[in-house]
């Protein structure tokens, strides 16, 4: 079976290496041809990933590189369309909900190739979310989908998919957190040096809700100014959101508010298990700390993963000065909440995918 993987931004990496690893185990099934769009190009956004996730080098790179949503979109799809006609897959795979995973999602069917959809079925309700979109028309358009959790089968139902074309295979993700855990743990000790601290705050943001309105980052800003004068606060920058910073003049002053350049996974997820906090707009963090145990505040008013917040660790809050330093502060004089794994987090979902293209 010949199959074309599609990645193109960092969140996808970490959901398509475990499942690449389980196709070569099975290298008679599957010939398998790893396509980078390019949506991320810097080194520590991209490369970093590939080495540390050991993941092969993509097959082809289409450096589409950054744009508007219209631009960025229609640049993918003009440069996958002679791939894909050469390299003629018997399923296109796309992953999560980026700019990239619909692009190749709009080729491939109108091609008439057929696309599966791994991290299927999630939903946020909030249309002004450029993932959300991205969501729901692959969801439309694939004809396999690969679904975490209960819910995204509903959501899946509900809007009329078949459920023939839905498996419920558990969280991707997770499989590369168990399977880079202890490497994770070994990294510690370099970034103890780099980070001497016995707690701190972890961030990360970068949705453009909340760091492309001057006012919104200046708040949000604002309360990580406050926290880190009781707790340091480690703040990995995404470039969108450094070019904010720099933009709207908001850099920080108190030196306890540590901006650094991005991470690559290794060091991430090493910090993340050893943060009393975790504050984040991601997607996929909320999933991290809720396997890990630990606290998570989320600065959005949705979450497409509400697993994380009626099993796991994670708890939304709004934007603004008051309600984060507020809740940054609840948190930290909590006890650790109790919290349970949600099913299928278990580190074999990459098995559970590729049986079901064994089984035709
Ligand atoms: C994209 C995804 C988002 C995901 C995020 C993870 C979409 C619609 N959004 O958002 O779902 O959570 O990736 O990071 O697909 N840039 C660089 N170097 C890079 C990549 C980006 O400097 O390697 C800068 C550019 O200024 C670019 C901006 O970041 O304009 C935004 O990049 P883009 O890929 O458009 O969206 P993200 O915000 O990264």
Not at 5 to 26: L, Q, S
Not at 60 to 86: C, K, Y
């Amino acid at each position: 079976m010949r199959i074309l993987h599609v990645v193109g931004a960092r969140p996808n990496f970490m959901k398509a290496a475990p499942i690449i690893r389980e196709m070569d185990h099975h290298s008679n099934d599957f010939q398998q041809l790893l396509l980078h769009t390019g949506q991320h190009y810097a080194p520590k956004m991209s490369q970093v990933f590939f080495d540390e996730l050991d993941l092969p080098q993509p097959d082809v790179n289409l450096e589409v590189g950054s744009g508007s949503h219209a631009w960025q979109t229609a640049q993918i799809m003009m440069r996958f369309e002679p791939v894909l006609l050469d390299y003629k897959p018997d399923w296109v795979v796309v992953y999560g909900d980026v700019n990239s995973t619909l692009a190749c999602t709009l080729v491939s069917s109108k091609l008439d190739f057929q696309v599966a959809h791994v991290e299927a079925g999630l939903r946020s309700f909030d249309r002004s979310m450029p993932e959300e979109i991205n969501r729901l028309l692959t969801d439309q358009i694939a004809g396999l989908l690969f679904t975490p959790s209960e819910e995204a089968d509903s959501n899946l139902e509900r809007e009329g998919i078949k459920l023939n074309k839905v498996h419920l295979v558990g969280n991707v993700m997770i499989d590369t957190l168990i399977h880079l855990l202890p490497k994770a743990h070994l990294n510690w000790f370099k970034l103890a040096n780099r980070f001497p601290y016995e707690r701190y705050i972890l961030v990360t943001l970068h949705r453009p809700s909340n760091v492309d309105h001057p006012a919104t980052l200046a708040e949000i800003m604002s309360a990580l100014e406050s926290i880190s004068s009781e707790v340091p606060v480690i703040f990995p920058i995404h470039p969108r959101t450094k070019e904010r910073i720099n933009e709207f003049s908001l850099q920080p002053k108190n030196p306890q508010l540590l901006l650094s350049d991005p991470l690559g996974y290794l060091d991430f997820l090493a910090l993340q298990v050893h943060a009393a906090l975790v504050v984040t707009d991601s997607g996929g963090i909320q999933e991290e700390t809720t396997y890990l145990g630990i606290p998570c505040l989320t600065a959005r008013t949705t979450t497409e993963r509400p697993v994380t917040i009626k099993l796991g660790t994670n708890q939304l809050v709004e934007s603004t000065t008051e309600a984060l330093l507020n809740a940054m502060q609840t948190k930290l004089r909590a006890p650790k909440d109790p919290h349970s794994l949600p099913p299928l987090w278990d580190g074999h979902t990459a098995a559970r995918v590729v049986k079901v293209f064994q089984q035709g």
